[in-house]
């Protein structure tokens, strides 16, 4: 038992040693590949299988677009610590009246899931989420955060990252996102290989509306000041 114990207490270690390594070393370097962009890339079986990737900077990404996808899917990003307990407390209510699963997760822990992680529903998974979004709400910035962000999430079916997203459904580079254009894109995140950024459909349509409405709202974008 004890060289068991040992053995874990060495696994535990080198772990957490590794990851925060990796945290450290992506808070410079940009992400090449997440574990998501190999698993859709083998599970596509047809014969044209499409993976578009290209890293941008944040200084070369819209701010529209950084405002588009803060107001739909994490509008506390700048204040809160990784977390926002709120949402996740209604999540939960939302779910146990067994309705369609509805999700809390904030920027921050999408980033950690979608970075470091795999797309499985599991007490294990979001545990190590819990971990990496901790690790990275410490070491990166907000800035940061967001900029790993839009260049590493599924934003249609083998499209990945908003410079390949503004590329694919817009046909220009993503610093040149218009609010309409930055709220089409944001409005098919819950689930990008169903929906189009571009033909919108009568939904998607609606929900851009919205989104522009809602950053119109939320003013101007700063998470410089905010780190």
């Given at each position: 038992m004890k060289k068991i114990f040992e053995f874990l207490i060495k696994v535990f270690f080198w772990g957490v040693v590794f990851s925060v390594g990796l945290v450290l070393v992506f808070k410079y370097v940009p992400v090449p590949v997440t574990p998501l962009m190999v698993i859709r890339y083998f599970e596509n079986t047809s014969d044209k299988k499409m993976w578009k990737h290209d890293w941008k900077p944040i200084e070369e990404i819209s701010k529209n677009i950084q405002l588009a996808v803060i107001c739909t899917e994490d509008h506390k990003f700048v204040k809160h610590n990784g977390f926002d307990i709120e949402a996740i407390e209604k999540a939960y209510e939302h779910?146990?009246?067994?309705?369609?699963?509805?999700?809390g997760s904030t920027i921050s822990q999408q980033t950690a899931k979608n970075v470091f992680l795999w797309p499985q529903r599991s007490w294990f998974r979001k545990g190590l989420e819990t971990y990496f979004t901790f690790l990275i709400e410490k070491i990166w910035s907000k800035e940061r955060i967001l900029e790993v962000y839009l260049n590493s999430i599924e934003m249609g079916n083998g499209i990945y990252g908003i410079e390949a997203a503004s590329q694919y459904w817009f046909n220009k580079p993503a610093a040149k996102l218009t609010a309409y254009e930055a709220a089409a894109i944001a409005s098919i995140l819950p689930s990008p290989r169903k929906y189009r950024a571009?033909?919108?459909?009568?939904?998607?349509?609606?929900?851009?509306?919205?989104?522009?409405?809602?950053?119109?709202?939320?003013?101007?974008?700063e998470l410089k000041e905010k780190q």
């Amino acid at each position: 038992m004890k060289k068991i114990f040992e053995f874990l207490i060495k696994v535990f270690f080198w772990g957490v040693v590794f990851s925060v390594g990796l945290v450290l070393v992506f808070k410079y370097v940009p992400v090449p590949v997440t574990p998501l962009m190999v698993i859709r890339y083998f599970e596509n079986t047809s014969d044209k299988k499409m993976w578009k990737h290209d890293w941008k900077p944040i200084e070369e990404i819209s701010k529209n677009i950084q405002l588009a996808v803060i107001c739909t899917e994490d509008h506390k990003f700048v204040k809160h610590n990784g977390f926002d307990i709120e949402a996740i407390e209604k999540a939960y209510e939302h779910n146990k009246k067994g309705k369609r699963v509805k999700g809390g997760s904030t920027i921050s822990q999408q980033t950690a899931k979608n970075v470091f992680l795999w797309p499985q529903r599991s007490w294990f998974r979001k545990g190590l989420e819990t971990y990496f979004t901790f690790l990275i709400e410490k070491i990166w910035s907000k800035e940061r955060i967001l900029e790993v962000y839009l260049n590493s999430i599924e934003m249609g079916n083998g499209i990945y990252g908003i410079e390949a997203a503004s590329q694919y459904w817009f046909n220009k580079p993503a610093a040149k996102l218009t609010a309409y254009e930055a709220a089409a894109i944001a409005s098919i995140l819950p689930s990008p290989r169903k929906y189009r950024a571009n033909p919108a459909s009568a939904y998607i349509q609606k929900r851009k509306q919205w989104i522009v409405n809602q950053m119109q709202f939320y003013g101007t974008l700063e998470l410089k000041e905010k780190q």
